[in-house]
């Protein structure tokens, strides 16, 4: 590269030449195949947030439709977005609406499949344990009190979700007939509530229920709140990817089935 300084501006031309005769070909091909890439990731970026805008004006649809009285246009919504937006946030929250239509159909089987589904995809830890809540109150709907524990003792990591589990031990205490243990675990359940004084005056009074010996009223405390969460999974579901949020949203919730 020396000699090069003391060449002539002819001979240096000449050498360039030379070069783009031997290499031109493969730098074009480079340079083409380079801004093919970029233009590739661009489209593909513009794709990908046109499928999430469409996917999210479809969940907002979705929410409109489970206030309505028919829950016909909310299935049909939940499995558009789960089978054109698979993968997404949006895909997972409807998902977990998919579930509540039908556990409150009755197709409980069903239910459990599209809870899982949601466990197993979230990318919050929130929106998995709402899943999983509302899995071991299906295991307590169907008497499955052993599957109902295995998928509590599961769940190491309960941070903004500990009364909920708690409560939920006390429920299958009760449904086994162990109202000791019942007690217990809705009096811990209530100590660990720190945002919510009507979720821990509930769980009050289903341990002080138990210790009156008036085992019945566990039951009706169940029964009326079933009735009042309905009209708040739709905030509960929007926010679950913040547990802190969702603790308040769902600790209701958690007197469901």
């Known amino acids: 590269m020396a000699n090069d300084i003391i060449l002539t501006d002819e001979e240096q031309a000449e050498r360039i030449k030379a070069w783009w005769k031997e290499n031109g070909v493969s730098v074009v091909t480079g340079a083409l195949i380079g801004i093919a890439a970029i233009g ?50 949006y895909a997972t929250k409807a998902a977990l609406i998919q579930a509540k239509l039908l556990t409150d159909s009755g197709e409980l089987v069903n239910a459990l499949k599209s809870l899982a589904l949601v466990k197993s995809s979230a990318s919050e830890p929130g929106l998995a344990h709402v899943a999983n809540l509302r899995i071991i109150r299906v295991y307590l709907e169907q008497g499955e009190f052993e599957l109902a524990k295995t998928a509590i003792d599961a769940e190491s990591e309960r941070v903004g979700f500990d009364s909920q589990y708690l409560e939920l031990e006390g429920d299958i205490a009760y449904g086994q007939g162990d109202l000791d243990l019942a007690r217990e675990k809705y009096t811990s359940a209530g100590e660990s509530v720190s945002a919510d004084p009507g979720y821990a005056g509930i769980l009050q009074l289903k341990a002080d229920a138990l210790g009156a010996g008036t085992a019945s009223i566990v039951a009706d405390v169940q029964f009326e709140n079933t009735q009042n969460i309905n009209s708040q999974v739709d905030d509960t579901t929007a926010q679950a990817a913040d547990p802190v949020v969702d603790d308040g949203a769902t600790n209701v919730d958690s007197i469901q089935n």
């Not at 206030?67 to 054109?84: G, Q």
């Open 40 to 89: 590739g990731y661009n489209y593909w970026q513009a794709q990908q947030n046109d499928g999430l805008e469409q996917a999210s004006a479809q969940y907002n649809l979705l929410l409109g439709a489970m206030n309505a009285p028919d829950s016909a246009t909310a299935r049909e919504l939940s499995k558009t977005i789960l089978d054109d937006h698979g993968g997404t946030i």
